[in-house]
């Protein structure tokens, strides 16, 4: 007999962007029920306040049924929504995905931190069944900063619970995916240099503008693909440095569908990084799915990410004494050596092997694992004997 199908209900506070592209491929992939109600991605710090009310009466006023396995995202204040709940849902097995958290995630706003939203992250992660990152360096980065800050508070606060369950807890990447981004061929050109991030300060577009100018100052012929969300106004310095790389952009701003973002980073030879921040990675592990070479900073989840096999071509930066000017000049240097005879980069069987080595990201292999998770978490539900 075949195991029963679980319901799954997945709460997103934050339905946009990479929250609701992860959600959306959980649904599609899952081999049981999967269903997702979320809120519309403005005032996020609003929502992580207040979306545990008004997901809980969402429910209620939908009449809900309680579901097998609730799963929630780290903008979820987890203790709340539990006691918002109808009194039918006492004891539904809670999973929290961590997609970011608020100790360690960069801001420029408040050096202080928003100690509530930290507290929430933190009761979410002690309170929930399962725990799930998105990286194990977002797991340890989250280990020593929780340990750091709770260390400051009064006691008693929860350092030994939230220390086993991060002891206890799971990765699952969210992964791409590789049946949209189809192998590209690379540039036809001067080397095609690949830039999908955000135009933020924990992407530091900036770092990678005065590399690419510094490279082409020093002979690089290149054609860069700019496809990242931009803020209408500039800071100073990123216009200057735009207005000098301007002459090497060949496209610059969003695709006009998927398909032609797909297109897009196709066409690339290289996808570079200069973040200060990034907890997985999405649009790096879309372009090499594509057959673009790495060149990303010897940081954050870049070492996780990516294969053993590509770090030394693929990550620079990071040896020893290194600040962010010896970056600059480490990846101005690669650029101009690649730039010298992109060919290689071109080969096929070179892109087809990327691809084949980011195989373990694509999201058709990473939902059984998602699914055996929640399968875990609810035996009886998934007990073949259960009465519907």
């Known amino acids: 007999m075949s195991a029963p199908t679980l319901d799954i209900l997945c709460l997103e506070p ?14 599609a992939r899952s081999r049981h029920r999967v269903d997702v109600v979320g809120l519309a991605p403005r005032h996020w710090s609003w929502r992580m306040r207040s979306s545990a009310w008004e997901l809980a009466r969402r429910l209620e006023r939908d009449g809900r049924a309680r579901p097998d396995v609730l799963w929630v995202s780290d903008y ?4 709340a929504l539990l006691g918002f709940l109808p009194p039918a849902w006492a004891g ?21 931190r928003d100690g509530h939203l930290a507290w929430t992250n933190l009761a979410t992660l002690v309170r929930a069944d399962r ?7 977002h ?3 989250l280990r020593g900063a929780a340990a750091e800050w709770l260390a400051r508070l009064p006691r008693p606060s929860p350092r030994a619970e939230v220390a086993a369950a991060l002891d206890a807890a799971h990765v699952v ?30 992407k530091d577009p900036l770092s990678f503008l005065r590399a690419a100018c510094r490279a082409q100052a020093l002979g690089a012929r290149m054609e860069l693909v700019l496809l990242g969300a931009r803020p209408k106004k500039l800071p ?14 060949v496209h610059d701003g969003f695709a006009a569908s998927r398909a032609d973002y797909a297109r897009l980073v196709g066409e690339c030879d290289v996808v570079v990084s200069t973040a200060r921040h990034e907890f997985y990675g999405v649009a790096v592990v879309e372009a090499l799915a594509a057959g673009c070479a790495p060149l990303l900073p010897r940081r954050l989840a870049y070492p996780e990410v990516l294969p053993a096999a590509l770090h030394e071509a693929g990550l620079y930066g990071g040896r020893g004494a290194h600040d962010e000017g010896d970056d600059v000049e480490e990846l101005a240097a690669r650029l101009v050596a690649l730039a010298a005879d992109p060919t290689p980069l071109r080969d096929p069987a070179a892109r087809a092997a990327r691809r084949d080595a980011m195989r373990p990201h694509d999201r058709a292999a990473l939902a059984t694992r998602s699914d055996q998770i929640a399968e875990d978490l609810a035996p009886a539900a998934h007990d073949p004997g259960r009465v519907p």
């Open 14 to 27: 934050w339905l946009g962007g990479s929250h609701a592209d992860f959600l959306e491929s959980r649904r």
């Open 76 to 79: 979820v204040d987890l203790p």
């Open 92 to 112: 539904v097995p809670t999973i929290a995905y961590f997609h970011e958290n608020q100790l360690t995630y960069p801001t420029t706003v408040d050096p202080e």
């Open 131 to 137: 725990v799930v990152f998105n990286s194990a360096f």
């Open 139 to 141: 797991r340890d980065e």
């Open 173 to 202: 990447h969210p992964g791409a995916d590789f049946g949209a981004m189809p192998l590209g061929a690379g540039g036809d050109g001067p080397l095609r240099v690949l830039f999908p991030h955000r135009w933020e300060h924990d």
């Open 236 to 249: 100073r310095d990123l216009e200057a440095h735009l207005a000098i790389a301007r002459r090497m952009v």
